[in-house]
Antibody, heavy 119, light 110 residues
Framework: QVQLVQSGAEVKKPGASVKVSCKAS????????MHWLRQAPGQGLEWMGI????????RYAQNFQGRVTMTSDTSTRTVYMELSSLSSEDTAMYYC????????????WGQGTLVTVSS | QSALTQPASVSGSPGQSITISCTGT?????????VSWYQQHPGKAPKLMIY???NRPSGVSNRFSGSKSGNTASLTISGLQAEDEADYYC??????????FGTGTKVTVL
């Protein structure tokens, strides 16, 4: 069965960086793109960007340009999202979600990783 | 990219039907048939309920249906059940190759 398992909760200080992982299993890893989204406490969902199935091409939401980096390790079937220059406004649940090629929908989601930014 | 507009809350009694609207622009909802709907229970990850405006993934109840007219998409839940109580979000692909989500709707089963 398809599973996306994310790394555990993180607490970071303002100005620091965080790197969240998402390990995939149960499907052909290289056939699916992976997206990252986040949800601040009590708020809605926000799309952060995509790493394409090739593992080398990415596209980031304008709000995160210059601050986010998404990478992929095919050998371990793991994708990563690193967010830098953290502020309290980055406190949120971060999700990975997969998309089959050009279907524009997120059919499976990770369980989420809570990132708390606090001094 | 501004969030798509959804009503903050919708309620209904068991067995009734409710409809949630999702209003965007020609650059997102109105321009593409790539509108999805997600259900989110408290403390859980979102779950895909509808894709490409009106298609249901395997395993999703046929009580859930979707439609679109112009810049507004809609999700209808018929035969409302207690388990349907959750937050619902619409999402659309956009002209800038990004995704925008709705503001979210809390569905309450009375």
């Amino acid at each position: 069965q398809v599973q996306l398992v994310q790394s555990g909760a993180e607490v970071k200080k303002p100005g620091a960086s965080v790197k969240v992982s998402c390990k995939a299993s149960g499907y052909t890893f290289t056939s699916y793109h992976m997206h990252w989204l986040r949800q601040a406490p009590g708020q809605g969902l926000e799309w952060m960007g995509i790493i394409f199935s090739s593992g080398t091409k990415t596209r980031y939401a304008q709000n995160f340009q210059g601050r986010v980096t998404m990478t992929s390790d095919t050998s371990t079937r793991t994708v990563y999202m690193e967010l830098s220059s953290l502020s309290s406004e980055d406190t949120a649940m971060y999700y990975c979600a997969r998309e089959y090629d050009a279907t524009y929908r997120f059919d499976y989601w990770g369980q989420g990783t809570l990132v708390t930014v606090s001094s | 990219q501004s969030a798509l507009t959804q009503p903050a809350s919708v309620s209904g009694s068991p067995g009734q039907s409710i409809t949630i609207s999702c209003t965007g622009t020609r650059s997102d909802v109105g321009g593409y048939n790539y509108v999805s709907w997600y259900q989110q229970h408290p403390g859980k990850a979102p779950k895909l309920m509808i894709y490409e405006v009106s298609n249901r993934p395997s395993g999703v109840s046929n009580r859930f249906s979707g439609s679109k007219s112009g810049n507004t998409a809609s999700l209808t839940i018929s035969g409302l059940q207690a388990e349907d109580e959750a937050d619902y979000y619409c999402s659309s692909f956009t002209s800038t190759y990004s995704y925008v989500f709705g503001t979210g709707t809390k569905v309450t089963v009375l």
